[in-house]
């Protein structure tokens, strides 16, 4: 036991130094400059790299999202800059792939370093804690859903947050695919084609890929008859 709090305690201290260290590249460096004062220029930058490489290019990206994901910084910018390099269609397949891969990669390691100290100093003194922990683990999928869609909780929080419950890493994946859309789409536009947001048929193309995950939870509550019949309560 004390092993492995030492081999946690060991990975806990290299993610520190290494958020440190990417944020000190995003605010520090001439790169991290460029990104934050002329995001258009590199991203122009990045295209070319991309079309140069266009294998290497997407596993590139990836790597870095879930990189960055798994440290729990801000992720945002990342899709703008897929939409400059790769474009819009493939910025947001790229993205939804990375922050999948960033979701699954924070909730794991979230849960192997936190979650067993979590349980046991706060959430075994709290009987709403372990009630609700219950709830979350037959209703994962939902609330992740519920997460993504409210727009306003960081990506990387929550990510952290859903390692602490029992939520399944298959719940974490597929609701961050599929609720984490709309977000993601907005986002590559920004960077890809944002004259497209001043189009109303696009921004209810949004609206629908928003609304319709909200829908299924309103009838989750509605008819949780339904949901019971394939395996959720």
């Given at each position: 036991m004390q092993k492995k709090s030492k081999v946690k305690l060991g990975i806990l201290g290299i993610v520190a130094i290494l958020?440190?260290?990417?944020?000190?590249?995003?605010?520090?460096?001439?790169?991290?400059?460029?990104?934050?004062?002329?995001?258009?220029?590199?991203?122009?930058?990045?295209?070319?790299?991309?079309?140069?490489?266009?294998?290497?290019?997407?596993?590139?990206?990836?790597?870095?999202?879930t990189i960055v994901g798994a440290l729990a910084l801000p992720v945002w910018w990342l899709p703008v800059l897929a939409g400059h390099a790769f474009g819009l269609v493939a910025g947001i397949f790229w993205t939804q792939i990375a922050s999948t891969s960033a979701a699954i990669a924070a909730g794991t390691l979230s849960r192997f370093l936190l979650a067993d100290w979590f349980r046991r100093r706060i959430e075994a003194h709290t009987v709403?804690?372990?009630?609700?922990?219950?709830?979350?683990?037959?209703?994962?999928?939902?609330?992740?859903?519920?997460?993504?869609?409210?727009?306003?909780?960081?990506?990387?929080?929550?990510?952290?947050?859903?390692?602490?419950?029992?939520?399944?890493?298959?719940?974490?994946?597929?609701?961050?695919?599929?609720?984490?859309?709309?977000?993601?789409?907005?986002?590559?536009?920004?960077?890809?084609?944002?004259?497209?947001?001043?189009?109303?048929r696009y921004v209810a193309i949004l609206a629908v890929l928003n609304i319709a995950p909200i829908g299924a939870l309103i009838v989750r509550y509605i008819r949780p008859d339904w949901f019971k019949s394939i395996g959720i309560e």
């Open positions: 958020a440190i260290v990417a944020a000190g590249m995003m605010l520090f460096t001439e790169q991290g400059r460029e990104i934050r004062n002329d995001p258009r220029e590199f991203g122009k930058k990045m295209r070319q790299w991309v079309e140069l490489h266009p294998l290497e290019a997407p596993l590139a990206y990836i790597a870095a999202y709403r804690l372990q009630q609700l922990d219950e709830k979350l683990g037959h209703n994962g999928l939902l609330a992740v859903f519920a997460v993504r869609l409210a727009h306003f909780i960081p990506a990387g929080v929550s990510n952290y947050a859903f390692g602490l419950t029992t939520i399944s890493l298959r719940d974490i994946a597929v609701g961050t695919f599929i609720a984490g859309l709309p977000s993601t789409a907005l986002e590559v536009t920004i960077g890809a084609a944002p004259q497209m947001l001043s189009d109303w």
